[in-house]
């Protein structure tokens, strides 16, 4: 059973940082691809990073390029994402997601990820 749980979100001041955190479980593959999304109320869900747990570059949206950064710790199972230099338009919740198709390029498109968690709420003001 394949789950996936974020944590980390809260309530920032525009400018600050949080981390997220994704811990993933109930699967044995050693390399596949993770991404983190949003969707802001009335908004459509949007791709924020992605990368190949088993290396090579992550891939951001425009609009988190140099603000946020999205790691791995194989060893815990958990995939992370640095939000730093928040903006209010920021403010979204926030989900993990894995693509467990055997595809090694990370991608930001919603439908190449087939498990996801439940999200975590970041509210910048």
């Known amino acids: 059973h394949v789950q996936l749980v974020e944590s980390g979100g809260g309530s920032v001041q525009a400018g600050g940082s949080l981390r997220l955190s994704c811990a993933a479980s109930?699967?044995?593959?050693?390399?596949?691809?993770m991404g983190w999304f949003r969707r802001a109320p009335g908004k459509e869900r949007e791709g924020v990073a992605g990368?190949?747990?088993?290396?090579?570059?992550?891939v951001y949206a425009d609009s988190v390029k140099g603000r946020f950064t999205v790691s791995r710790d194989n060893a815990k199972n958990t995939l992370y994402l640095q939000l730093n230099s928040l903006k209010t338009e920021d403010t979204a919740m926030y989900y993990c997601?894995?693509?467990?198709?055997?595809?090694?390029?990370?991608?930001?498109?919603?439908?190449?990820?087939?498990?996801w968690g439940q999200g975590t709420q970041v509210t910048v003001s």
């Open positions: 997601a894995a693509n467990l198709r055997y595809e090694v390029v990370p991608t930001l498109r919603p439908d190449r990820y087939n498990y």
């Open positions: 109930g699967y044995s593959y050693s390399s596949y691809c």
């Open positions: 990368l190949y747990t088993g290396g090579g570059s992550a």
